[in-house]
């Protein structure tokens, strides 16, 4: 079941990449043909060290890096985006248990989006979105000393794993990008059998996928707010054919406070809300429909290539 999952998977990027080429290979002239590629790699220490200190506290450790990686292939009447972000930090407070680092953000998400000009900043838009974490979460609670330590799995490396693919119309400035999809498919793969047999992520039990056709909306947002501070937003609606009023949402935001070459402050948010999932809630522990909010404040020391 795991390897056709897998298939699946290849073979819709497989399709993506090879309609992208040949859709390329039919423009009669063209602007640039090479690749232009770049990327920027950053990481981020913080380090708060207590010793008799009558104020209180707890010492502690937290570690981040982020990788972007981007290649973008344009043509006189098509453009190729692909970029692949990789995101990780992890923090440790209190000197009690020197193992027990708990993961503070963890993200893995390529993008790839193909655009064919149809006018004056109308597009025809095919896009592929692949989003997964790489390292296991657990709930943590405390035993009969106090003491915290690690409980239950809650997530993993493909579970959950998201697959959008979709196809449209858009329009394009400078600025905004909008795109609509009336052909659209999302696949939430759960690929850990103790998280799949109980319906995680909005898998059936015992299944290991889900797939939903419907239609997908995104806005993008690309703006200098003054020298060297650039804003951009992303906005993902999707909704399925079969509740059309259930409408799922991943927004994101990013600013960046260019200081030099080498440093960096950013501040990211992230809100989602997906009908499928349920969230324990901490009061009384019922899972239910809840939003989800993730805000990073980052000082970045790293290069830009």
């Known amino acids: 079941m795991k390897q056709f999952n897998f298939l699946v998977i290849a073979l819709f990027c497989l399709s993506f990449l090879s309609f992208s080429v040949s859709a390329q290979d039919t423009d009669s002239t063209t602007l640039d043909t090479t690749w232009k590629k770049g990327g920027s790699f950053s990481g981020t220490f913080a380090n708060v060290g207590l010793s008799n200190w009558a104020g209180g506290g707890q010492s502690s ?44 953000d963890d993200n893995f998400q390529f993008d ?29 609670e405390r035993d009969s000393l106090g003491e915290e330590k690690q409980g239950q799995l809650i997530s993993k490396f493909l579970a959950p794993g998201y697959l959008l693919f979709a196809s449209g119309i ?11 999809s009336p ?24 299944k290991n996928t889900r797939s939903e056709f419907g239609s997908n909306f995104d806005v993008g947002l690309n703006y200098d707010i003054m020298e060297n501070v650039k804003l951009s937003s992303t906005l ?57 909010f993730k805000h990073v404040l980052n000082i970045n020391v790293g290069y830009t290539f």
């Open 61 to 104: 450790i937290a570690l981040g890096a982020i990788l972007n990686l981007n290649a973008t292939r344009t043509t006189e009447k098509s453009t190729w985006e692909n970029t692949l972000t990789v995101q990780y930090g992890m923090a440790r407070i209190g000197k009690k248990d020197l193992n027990l680092f708990k993961k503070t």
């Open 112 to 140: 790839s989006k193909y655009s064919y000009n149809l006018g004056k900043n109308w597009t025809s838009a095919t896009s592929l979105n692949f989003r997964t974490q790489m390292a296991a979460g657990y709930f943590f």
């Open 170 to 180: 858009g329009y394009k400035t400078k600025v905004f990008d909008i795109r609509y």
């Open 183 to 206: 052909l659209a498919a999302k696949f939430t793969f759960v690929m850990d059998d103790s998280l799949a047999n109980v319906g995680a992520f909005g898998v059936e039990n015992g």
């Open 236 to 292: 993902n609606l999707f909704a399925n054919y079969e509740h059309l009023t259930q409408i799922d949402v991943n927004w994101e935001n990013l600013i960046v406070f260019k200081v030099n070459k080498f440093l960096t402050t950013s501040f990211s948010t992230q809100l989602i809300y997906d009908h499928d999932i349920l969230i324990p809630q901490e009061e009384d522990g019922v899972t239910e429909r809840a939003i989800q």
